[in-house]
């Protein structure tokens, strides 16, 4: 889950371990991440609240615990949040996104 205010893609292709958006201004490749099949994950985006801030909801499994990474290029993940699951979606709130260009987020098992 992420947004990208550098490029505007109006496809995506999957080959091998690559993902491949066309758009403007060219072809971005990214690569793909693939994550545990153990990870029952759901990450659903919240509608924008400050300017400054990203947020979004983790559902799971209840009790297992999950990371959260955040990066500004789909390559390089930074730990930035341990969580552990609970009955009800939970909220989590980046209020130094607009610190950055762009973020991407993603939830793996601990």
Excluded: C, H
């Excluded at 690559?18 to 690569?31: F, I, R």
């Excluded at 607009?98 to 993603?106: E, K, L, M, Q, V």
Aim: glycine share 10%; net charge negative; hydrophobic share 40%.
């Amino acid at each position: 889950m992420g947004g990208n205010s550098l490029f505007s893609g109006y496809d995506l292709s999957i080959r091998g371990d690559k993902v491949y958006v066309p758009g403007s201004p060219g072809l971005t490749t990214l690569p793909l991440f693939t994550p545990p099949e153990e990870s029952v994950l759901n990450m659903t985006s919240l509608p924008a609240g400050a300017p400054a801030t990203s947020s979004f909801s983790v559902q799971g499994i209840v009790n297992l615990d999950v990371g959260i990474q955040r990066s500004p290029d789909l390559v390089t993940w930074e730990d930035w949040l341990p969580l552990t699951l609970g009955a009800t979606p939970q909220v989590v709130l980046d209020g130094s996104a607009s610190s950055a260009i762009r973020r991407f987020y993603r939830a793996t098992v601990r």
